[in-house]
């Protein structure tokens, strides 16, 4: 498994993919509410996030951590992100605020160098002997969730908004029944493959359980979405294991579909020329070869467009569930972020890099964060009031002693680190 949070850049990103399991960088700031927090009479106000940055501003930093993260042999990626992070956040704009990322580059770093680690351990190690492949395995099962849940921590709780912190309350029990599954799954195929190499039948087997990732994927989302928190506010989510399902069922069952045609096309045309005589065959070959080339590349854009017309559609339908699952008391959140626009701008973005060899990269970055934001709204009767009544409540919290919100957990930055790239 690739130890990712986020897909920051991703998926599709992350982003990143912004990745991906993992929660998208902006995703704290955009929060619900209960619907029966607030009197049914009083009228909610509805506030628009905004970005105010550029692609020109943002590809000066892109550079820069490009060329410092390759000068250093990637050590330096630790400050990249922390300088991007900031970039980000403190032009993203709520009724006229700017969020902020407070995160410790050094500590971004040592998740940096766990990261290596376990990976090298499963490439590499990972098929040394079968005592240390079960003895990894463990530690892979032991030490993923734990992490998985610290990075969380660490992601949100550098995270801010008028003074006030974001939170990640999701329970260390709760992250081990969500990661153990997943890392079970992704997990399973290599170990057999070490233990029972001369068993090829045994090691096809293994592979069936990732058709249970719908469930595994809207679990993770669950225990990400309820265990967010905003000063003392606490969120809840009413997705079920199930909620990803359908969309995973239609999405996959086209693209199998496709995959099916294209593939009997291939085969259909290339066993005619069983009933032609060899010197046909020469004949057409010196005839029409040259256009083999270019066809092919054809039907591989093709079949890319159409992988990407799915995985965008899945995409943004996650994105949305997700969101219009997710409450926080006296606050809404409206997602509706739009198919066909979004799988247009991802059309274009993806043209301009390979066309530009990969310097449209953060314009495209920039073009996606801007348009998801622009597709989300907050509401709340008086957001004023909502962040005043906060303060006033972190602010008494911590004069008793209690748990302070505004200076966060501190034991999240003593523990926590950051394993996405």
Known sequence: MQIQTGAADAWPDGADTLPVSTIPDR??????????????????TQYQPSFTGTGKEYFRIWIV????SLATLGIYTAWAKVRRLK?????????A???????????IFRGRVIAVILLFCYHYLFTFSKTLALSLFVIFMLGVPWMMRSALRFRL???????LRCQFHGSLAGAYATYLPLGLVVLLPGLLGVLMPHKPGILAFA??????????????????????AFAQLSSSCSLTSGSFFLSYFIIGLSLLIFVMVIGMGGA?????????????YKVFIETYGWLLVPVGFLVVLLAYAIFLSGSTLLQVKIWNKSWNATRFPGIEIESHLPYKAYYFLQMKNLFLTLLTVGLYRPFAVVNVYRFRLQHVSVKAASLEQLLATQHAQTTQAGKSGQFGQASGDSSADLFGFDLSW
């Open 27 to 44: 995703e704290v700031a955009v929060t619900s509410a209960d619907s029966n927090a607030a009197p049914a009479q009083e009228q909610l």
């Open 87 to 95: 970039y980000f956040d403190r032009n993203t704009q709520l009724n």
């Open 97 to 107: 605020a700017s969020f902020n990322f407070h995160g410790d580059p050094n500590i």
């Open 207 to 228: 592979f069936i359980p990732y058709l249970s990732w719908p469930w595994l994927h809207a679990r993770m989302r669950m225990y990400q979405h309820k265990g967010l």
């Open 65 to 68: 951590n490009l060329c410092l």
């Open 157 to 163: 709780r550098n995270t801010s908004y008028m003074g």
């Open 268 to 280: 259909i045309f290339f066993a005619s020329f069983k009933h032609h005589a060899l010197e046909n």
